[in-house]
């Protein structure tokens, strides 16, 4: 029983430190060719967004809201697969929130 608490202690910190190297990290998401970029932390949070000035255009709104909304994906997408390559092995690939 003991070592078992010992094993569970241990994946604890091994989570943990593993949460905190994701929520340093900065992954970046682009859309329209890098006109929006995103970027996320490596869980999820968001650092900034990028617009070059080419693309704001008061009569195309939605252009812009679709660019933003992709480098959004984008961005969260490529946090997500950090994590999974981070947090997988120490999860087992139970899908544990983080």
Excluded: H
């Excluded at 704001?56 to 490529?78: M, R, W």
């Amino acid at each position: 029983m003991q070592q078992l608490m010992k094993q569970a202690q241990q994946m604890q910190r091994k989570l943990e430190a593993a949460q905190a190297e994701l929520a340093e990290l900065e992954l970046t998401g682009a859309a329209g060719n890098g006109l929006v970029t995103v970027t996320v932390t490596g869980d999820g949070a968001p650092k900034s967004v990028t617009i070059d000035p080419k693309v704001v255009d008061a009569d195309d709104v939605e252009t812009l809201e679709d660019l933003v909304l992709a480098a959004f994906t984008s961005a969260l997408d490529e946090a997500a697969k950090v994590r999974d390559a981070k947090m997988g092995p120490l999860t087992g690939g139970m899908g544990l929130p983080f």
